[in-house]
């Protein structure tokens, strides 16, 4: 027989934000129950039974039959669960009635296996892009998850949905070109280069020279002036000398 979980479910009668509190504080969980063809049925589960769901195999893919007061009972699946934004308490769960005998279209994780060749030996970066892939299947052949070797990925190449073992258990229903995951090369630390330094001139510095030399000039030309009026008046001395000689000669 099917691998189904049992839970007990009792129908709630009241649907206010009150009620839906005091179910809370008992323990138990507002649901919903959706049907194909039959009205919606605001129900109250435990929280106990919730968790162990999430802790089983199949996890939210869970076969469940809900059994509701004495006589009603029915096949169903988590469809979505809704948690407190502030925690991961559960506050809410909706189920969605399932029939044995007819497909069901579902998310099932993706398990990698093995280690890359450009990630062991060429120095890559694996990349995890889809880790969940939607498939179609019977209630009761519903894969636990989808298990995928990507030891021989090289960089650059990679595992598509179109890459994934064929089975006749269950159709792959995600884009045949969505990515699994990848081996990309992981980006190269720029390097700075270190610019050549042109040898800028500084204002002046050639001009340098020439002020010095202009300075040199000035120097002489200062000596030379300081000479001239010593040779002048060496001249004038010997003339007044001449002068004084020849009085006393005559």
Same mark, same amino acid.
């Given at each position: ?196 330094? &042109? ?5 002046? /510095?050639?001009? =340098?020279?020439?002020? +010095? @030399?202009?300075?040199?000039?000035? *120097? $002489? %030309?200062?000596?030379?002036?300081? &000479? ?5 008046? /060496?001249?004038? =001395?010997?003339?007044? +000398? @001449?002068?004084?000689?020849?009085? *006393? $000669? %005559?």
């Amino acid at each position: 027989m099917e691998n189904l979980i049992t839970i007990k479910a009792e129908l709630r009668n009241e649907i206010s934000k009150q009620a839906r509190k005091g179910l809370r504080a008992q323990g138990k969980i507002p649901a919903v129950v959706y049907g194909i063809t039959a009205e919606s049925i605001p129900i109250a589960v435990s929280l106990g039974d919730i968790k162990g769901i999430l802790k089983s195999e199949n996890k939210e893919n869970s076969l469940l039959r809900i059994i509701q007061g004495e006589k009603s009972k029915f096949d169903a699946m988590i469809k979505a669960i809704q948690y407190d934004y502030l925690s991961d308490h559960i506050i809410h769960v909706d189920f969605i009635r399932i029939d044995l005998n007819k497909p069901v279209e579902v998310e099932v994780p993706v398990v990698l296996e093995g280690e890359p060749i450009g990630v062991k030996t060429e120095d890559g970066l694996l990349e995890f892009i889809s880790r969940e892939v939607l498939v179609r299947s019977l209630p009761t052949s519903i894969p636990k998850e989808i298990r995928v070797d990507i030891s021989a990925l090289h960089i650059g190449q990679s595992i598509k949905v179109e890459n994934l073992a064929k089975t006749e258990a269950y159709q792959l229903i995600s884009p045949a070109n969505s990515v699994i995951c990848a081996v990309a090369a992981k980006a190269k630390e720029e390097v700075a280069e270190v610019a050549e330094v &042109a040898e800028v001139p500084v204002e002046g /510095a050639e001009a =340098a020279p020439e002020a +010095a @030399a202009g300075k040199e000039k000035g *120097k $002489e %030309g200062d000596k030379a002036k300081e &000479a001239a009026p010593a040779k002048g008046a /060496a001249k004038e =001395a010997d003339k007044g +000398a @001449a002068k004084d000689k020849a009085k *006393k $000669e %005559g």
